[in-house]
């Protein structure tokens, strides 16, 4: 029940935030932080208990007959991630008041990132695949609502775009992945899919599962080739990018892979494609992010290179590195969320984030200049900090195996971390180091309220540095055995004695510092060949888009010309070639022609219908048509005299004559007949005519192999009289047997009826045409 | 065979929401010529109040499951639920149509009560259609709402694509309409009889394992021609973007929904009942129809700068997705059977969203601006709980949980997957994955662009009314849908399937 | 004379056809009439024709002289004869409606909802 409210209370509290605004003025941040401190202090009571190995699980009937139920669960690793989630929301409610003091929408930002932490929170505790990925794809639009907040940049909005396209591309392609996969596995609850990861790795289905859940998880996650949406994100303010972009919604992918990792990982395919595109993305982002100048550009390239890793080490898949992997997970979200705190304080401090025109600050900013330190040192991984303990794990899973395929994979990782080094030292010392610069607002030190979350995620880096033995039992050793579904034994400390991981941080920081020292002329040439970006994934974005709009293009000058001939054309066309294969491809409709029995004046009456439908066909002259389509009309009438339909006769000759009036007292007012088509279209509407026509006759004379008279009509003449009391079969069907298909027919009628009265009512504006109108 | 005792004493009872209907269009014609024009606006509550009476009554036929008029006509959960459907859709449609028509009212009259009177046609045999128990019922339902369908959308004045958008409109239905009744004509041939437990009763017999008749197979393609028009599936479509473009748009937000439903309506009465035997020789056919369709009106829609076009063309792409239901049908036991459940289930689903986006757009051309996409520049910041709404529908309509479209296409995936059909799974996946594009790009308008420099103005709260409920609808069938599903469901008692 | 008539049938139609795909909506309405007669006829002639009585019971008996004609497609017919005439008047005015509004009786000019 506990776990529900946890999963609700943001999406509950969001609507009311206006009401507490007005009520908490300045310290609103205060007090919705709360909300999820309440919730993080909460899950910090299950830690005990599940450090002892109990998990937790409710479940409730949502929607039985979509196998959707609101199901949550608490194991080790939706543990390490609601503490992430819950824990670093409290610090950004907070920064946020304070970043945003005053701004006109401060309300809905909180709604906004209420709903959010909901949504997140929903996607690592929920049990049920489901409502895991209604939640998923909630993150999607509430992280949506937030890089849209507050701006109105041209810029902005394809990046916006992207953003979301991406990112919702990948949900539904995800989407069909889980549906798969509760369909193979017979359940759509976590917890009983896990233990079939046998079954599921031999399934013939195993490779589409696979791979459409790996789309969701790498478009969220920002893994090369979808990492260039997580640049672009960064127009959000900066406690979002700091939330969503560093610490938690970039990490929902990361998160499914691992929660997944019992059912679906360990096969050659998983290592392969989360190795490569894992690595892959190390570099690349590690690389992308050197040569930038914005503060938060620089911070989310790198952000793509931890997400990388994260991946590479999940697909390597041994204890060691899915403990390296959880180890890095909160380094991470510790470190890099305390940095993106930081540029926001610069940012807010000088009114500018770009890093050439930021120096020495630290006189002016003196604590966070110190938080910034902390930080760049656990990123750097340079001891005492946390992130030391971290970096050295993940060499330590690296060099574990020997092989050329993990040497190379390690060596890319050095040099991964190298420039992360480097980008550290940029990012989180070069600002507050070296001589004042000008910048747009005078430097000044900020809030306490702004200060809290950068201290509190900086302290903590230094504090578990300094004594790993407090999260090892109680947080990592449940992460990592849930992850692996099997138990395990873990050993973290700050020193590890000599080893080959120590001798490659060594390296990793000897030739960082050069890096970083020698930065000024190095970088120039990293943005030349950063440049070349543009023939990667960011260039192939706008290229399917134009080349899905040239598909369009082209149909609509093929199908969608406008000219009504050519789609009746199109479907004249479709029609005959669909009939045609049943008619003459199957080849058993025809019997023989039947040519016998025929009278002189059946012949003669055939040949002036066929005339006369000539006629109407090329006539030049509108009376002449009119004239050849009441000859073709008296003519029907004749052929049901003869054939003993009189009362069809009578009708058709009503008719006939109202129409023939009708016509030549409407085409009076129209214009005359006018030769427009070419000769060429002439031929080739005549051919799709007659063959057409021909083809109707096919089905006439295939027609006629049935029996003639049914069981039905039958039953009309025997009851006629004696049910009906009429004389007259086919008036008693139309008013008796079928009474109700009459009564259509005149409702159809009526419609006609109003249709036709409602056009003539209609009254143009142009007065000729009205005096046209009263006219007739 | 069909009774023919009851035809004596047809059962009344049986068809009171369909009567209701129908005395709400006579009286709204009575209304026209006693009323003065003046209070012509009584009109529209009329309208609204039959409406839900008729809807409210509707409710009461859960589980009946009876026919009448010599087996002709049918109330069963079949009906039930296409009622529920056409009638919702019909008091919204009403919603979005009262302010825009007040509009032009002005300089001379919009003949509003051959608006409503269309209107309750079109609905009316909507619901025909889907209580049809008779080729003969089905063909007079889908035509009665589709010549009012072909009136209504030469309605707006002083635009010729109105008009040419009806003309067009109307001769190719027209064209759709022959081929169907001659597909009906080649099946009465072939089984002796219209009625559709006849048919299906006749095939059983007749019918082998596999090899199917050639004149059978001649009225499969026909009927599925005829009715692919109706449902503007690809390559059966053209007339969809001119028509929906070239409508009032209130009317494009009716035409997209009634007569689409009258379509399936009668998809599900000819194919899925009386044509149950021969599912084999369909279910493929319309499986392939419905990936064309899903494709192309996905695709095409991404180019669409005008917004009532880009609909008309998302609309193609859900036909796509409602027809993947049908290609679901008859794997599983009926009773586990949710593929007709899930196309009812859609069709709810897809009137309220796509309704709800056309009444935005009527929201927004009615404060003088245009249907581009431009026209949709920074409509959060001038008007942010119009945009939202707009946001809600796109979102719904890309299939974004927790919405009422995520759980549809849900639930059509889910028979498609139960069904064996992951190829067709995986197409709606990727379709819905293309619609995020064009779907967004509206978003992005709205929220990331300079708005113009004057602010809408207008007073519209029928239509303010309207959106709101469309809203809650899209919200709210989306989280309750338990029930509106085991409503649904319960198509499977409506008729014993014939396989 | 089935297979007369099924000459002239899909003689009737290629004529409506080309017509309706001529420019001029004139010459459509031309051709949409032409095709109702020949779907009449057409539903005549598939179900069969005799040269025989008309279906009327005759005073004094209960049952139609054998043989009669089939009176359950003349009932089809009938409606349809009926509704096409409806049809036909809709077309007609809706037409002129559309020719006072564009000005013009070419088809092609009428395309301005595809861009």
């Known amino acids: 029940m506990e776990l529900v409210a946890a999963v609700l209370a943001g999406f509950v509290i969001a609507p009311f935030v206006p009401w507490i605004r007005r009520a908490g003025r300045d310290y609103t941040g205060w007090i919705i932080a709360l909300v999820p401190l309440f919730i993080c202090v909460y899950l910090a009571t299950l830690i005990g208990p599940i450090a002892d190995g109990e998990t937790r699980r409710v479940s409730y009937d949502w929607i039985p007959s979509l196998h959707i139920n609101l199901s949550f669960y608490v194991d080790g690793l939706s543990l390490a991630f609601g503490l992430l989630i819950s824990g670093i929301g409290a610090l950004i409610m907070v920064y946020a008041g304070g970043y945003l003091k005053g701004h006109h929408h401060l309300g809905r930002l909180y709604a906004y990132l209420l709903m959010f932490m909901g949504s997140m929170l929903g996607i690592v505790l929920a049990d049920n695949i489901i409502t895991l990925f209604v939640f998923w794809e909630l993150t999607s639009i509430t992280s949506y609502l937030l890089i849209g907040f507050n701006h109105h940049e041209a810029k902005a909005r394809s990046a916006a775009l992207q953003a979301l396209v991406v990112t919702v591309l990948g949900g539904q392609l995800m989407l069909g992945g889980l549906l798969i996969l509760g369909y193979v596995s017979g359940s759509y609850e976590l917890t009983e899919i896990l233990t079939q990861g046998d079954m599921l790795r031999e399934h013939s289905l195993y490779v589409p599962i696979l791979l459409l859940i790996l789309a969701g998880a790498f478009t969220k996650s920002a893994q090369v080739p979808f990492h260039f949406w997580l640049p672009g994100a960064m127009e959000a303010p900066t406690p979002v990018s700091a939330y969503l972009h560093s610490a938690t919604m970039v990490k929902a992918g990361v998160y499914v892979l691992a929660r997944f990792h019992p059912a679906l990982g360990g096969t050659d395919l998983w290592t392969i494609i989360l190795v490569t595109a894992g690595g892959l993305t190390m570099i ?86 110190v938080v910034a330190g902390l930080a760049a040192l656990s990123m750097a991984g340079l001891p005492p900090m946390f992130g030391f303990i971290g970096k050295e794990l993940v060499y330590d899973a690296l060099v574990e195996e020997s092989g050329f395929v993990p040497r190379f994979v390690a060596g890319i990782t050095v040099a991964a971390n190298i420039l992360l080094l480097v980008i550290a030292g940029i990012v989180g010392i070069g600002p507050f180091f070296g001589r004042n610069r000008d910048t747009p607002e005078h430097p000044h030190e900020a809030p306490p309220s702004l200060l809290t979350g950068p201290a509190v995620l900086a302290g903590l880096g230094l504090a578990i540095g300094l004594i790993p033995t407090l999260f090892i039992g109680s947080l990592i050793q449940p992460a990592t055995q849930a992850i692996l579904g099997d138990p395990v034994a873990i050993s973290i400390s700050l020193w590890h004695g000599f080893n080959p991981a120590l001798a490659l941080s060594a390296i990793t920081v000897g030739v960082g510092v050069g ?15 950063y440049d070349w970006r543009w023939y990667g994934p960011e260039r192939a974005f706008p290229r399917i888009m134009e080349g899905l709009d040239s598909i369009a293009l082209t149909q609509t000058r093929l199908l969608q010309s406008g000219f009504l001939r050519y789609y009746l054309l199109t479907i004249i066309i479709t029609t005959v070639a669909v009939v045609s294969y049943p008619l003459f491809g199957r080849g058993e409709l025809f019997d023989r022609p039947d040519f016998g029995d025929v009278r002189f004046y059946e012949i003669g009456l055939g040949v002036l219908l066929l005339m006369a439908a000539f006629q109407a066909a090329r006539s030049n002259s509108r009376l002449g048509a009119i004239a050849a389509l009441g000859v073709v009309g008296y003519g029907v009438a004749l052929i049901y005299i003869f054939y003993g339909a009189p009362d069809l006769a009578m009708t058709q000759v009503l008719v006939e004559t109202l129409m023939v009036v009708l016509l030549v ?73 079928r009474a109700l298909d009459t009564l259509g027919e005149i409702t159809v009628l009526a419609v006609a009826a109003a249709g036709v009265f409602a056009l003539l009512r209609l009254r143009l504006a142009e007065p000729q045409d009205e005096e046209a109108d009263r006219g007739a | 065979m069909p009774r023919f005792v009851d035809l004596v004493n047809p059962d009344l009872t049986l068809i009171v929401p369909q009567l209701i ?91 509003l009560a051959e608006y409503y009177v269309l209107l309750m046609f079109s609905i009316l045999g909507a619901m025909l259609v889907g209580a049809a128990g008779d080729l003969v019922m089905v063909f007079l339902g889908i035509e009665m709402t589709a010549l009012a369908s072909y009136a209504l959308t030469g309605f707006a004045r002083r635009r010729m694509t109105s008009l040419e958008g009806a003309l067009k409109y109307f001769l190719l239905g027209l064209f759709a309409s022959a081929i169907l009744v001659y597909g009906m004509a080649w099946i009465y041939g072939a089984t002796g009889t219209t009625s559709l437990d006849g048919i299906a009763a006749a095939l059983d017999s007749t019918v082998g394992a596999g090899n199917l008749e050639a004149s059978l197979l001649l009225a499969l393609l026909l009927l599925v021609v005829g009715l692919g028009f109706k449902v503007a599936a690809v390559p059966f479509h053209m007339w969809t973007p001119d028509a929906y473009e070239g409508a009032p748009t209130p009317v494009s937000a009716y035409m997209s929904v009634i007569p689409k439903v009258a379509g399936f309506a009668a998809m599900i009465r000819i194919l899925v009942q009386a044509l149950s035997p021969i599912r084999e020789d369909w279910v493929l056919l319309i499986g392939i129809l419905a990936v064309i369709t899903m494709a192309f009106g996905n695709i095409v829609a991404i180019t669409q700068r005008n917004v009532k076009r880009m609909l008309a063309y998302s609309s193609i792409g859900h036909t796509g997705y409602i027809l993947a239901g049908f290609a679901a049908f008859g794997v599983v036991v009926p009773a586990d059977d949710r593929s007709i459940s899930s196309v009812l289930y859609y069709l709810l689903a897809y009137s309220f969203m796509n309704i709800g986006a056309f009444a935005i757009v009527t929201w927004v051309q009615h404060r003088g601006r ?67 594009f064009f779907y967004l790009r509206v978003v992005v308008a709205m929220y990331f662009s300079e708005p113009p420099e004057t602010a809408p103005e207008g007073n519209t709260p029928m239509l303010g009314f309207g959106v709101l409920a469309m809203v809650a609808g899209t919200i709210l069938a989306g989280i309750f849908s338990g029930q509106l599903l085991d409503l649904a469901q319960n198509w499977v008692q409506a008729f014993p399937v014939v396989l | 004379m089935d297979t007369i008539l099924a000459f002239v049938i899909g003689g009737l139609y290629a004529a409506g056809i080309y017509l309706i795909l001529r420019r001029s909506i004139v010459k459509l309405i031309i051709g949409l009439a032409l095709l109702g007669q020949a779907a009449n006829l057409l539903i005549f002639t598939a179900a069969g024709l005799t040269r025989a009585q008309p279906p009327i019971v005759a005073e004094g008996s209960e049952v139609p002289i054998n043989p009669s004609a089939d009176p359950l497609p003349q009932a089809l017919i009938l409606t349809a004869i009926v509704i096409s005439f409806g049809v036909l008047a809709f077309t007609t005015v809706l037409v002129k409606r559309v020719y006072q509004t564009v000005g013009t009786d070419d088809l092609d000019d009428m395309k301005a909802t595809d861009r």
């Open chain 2, 21 to 111: 209907i129908l005395g709400v269009a006579l009286l709204l014609l009575l209304a026209d010529v006693i009323l003065p024009k003046a209070k012509h606006g009584v009109l529209t509550w009329m309208s609204l109040i039959g409406l839900s009476a008729a809807l409210v009554v509707n409710f009461f036929y859960v589980g009946v499951n009876e026919t009448t008029f010599n087996g002709m006509f049918r109330a069963d959960d079949i009906s039930v639920f296409v009622n529920l459907v056409v009638l919702a859709a019909g008091i919204m449609s009403v919603l979005v149509s009262s302010s825009y028509i007040q509009n032009l009212e002005e300089p001379d009259s919009m003949p």
């Open chain 1, 515 to 529: 890096i970083y020292f020698g930065r000024g002329r190095l970088r120039p040439i990293a943005l030349q060949i």
């Open chain 2, 370 to 436: 245009g249907v581009d996409l431009e026209d949709f520049n920074g409509l959060a910041s001038q008007s942010p709980l119009t945009a939202v709404a707009m946001t809600i529908f796109m979102f719904s309509l890309m299939g974004l949980p927790p919405l009422v479209g995520f759980y549809a296409k849900y639930y059509v995936i889910l028979a498609a997957v139960e069904a064996d059909l992951l190829w067709l799974a995986v197409a709606i996946v990727l379709a819905s994955a293309a619609s995020a």
């Open chain 1, 284 to 369: 690349v982002g590690a690389y992308l992010a050197f040569p930038q100048s914005d503060l938060k550009r620089v911070l989310a390239y790198s952000t793509v290179s931890a997400l990388g890793t994260l991946v590479l080490l999940i697909g390597i898949g041994t204890e060691r590195a899915i403990e390296g992997a959880v180890v890095f997970l909160l380094v991470h979200s510790l470190y890099k969320g305390a940095l993106f705190l930081v540029a926001g304080i610069i940012d807010h401090g000088t009114g500018t984030r770009d890093i050439n025109m930021l120096g020495g600050l630290r006189k002016a900013m003196p604590i966070t200049a």
């Open chain 1, 665 to 737: 007292l409407v085409f009076y007012r129209l214009p005359r007949y006018v030769q427009r088509s070419t000769r060429g279209n002439q031929v080739r509407d005549a051919i799709v005519a007659l063959t057409a026509g021909g083809m109707m006759t096919a089905l006439i004379l295939a027609s006629l192999s049935f029996e003639d008279r049914t069981t039905i009509s039958a039953y009309f003449d025997e009851n006629s009289v004696p049910l009906a009391h009429g004389r007259n079969i086919v008036n008693v069907i139309l008013v008796d047997f």
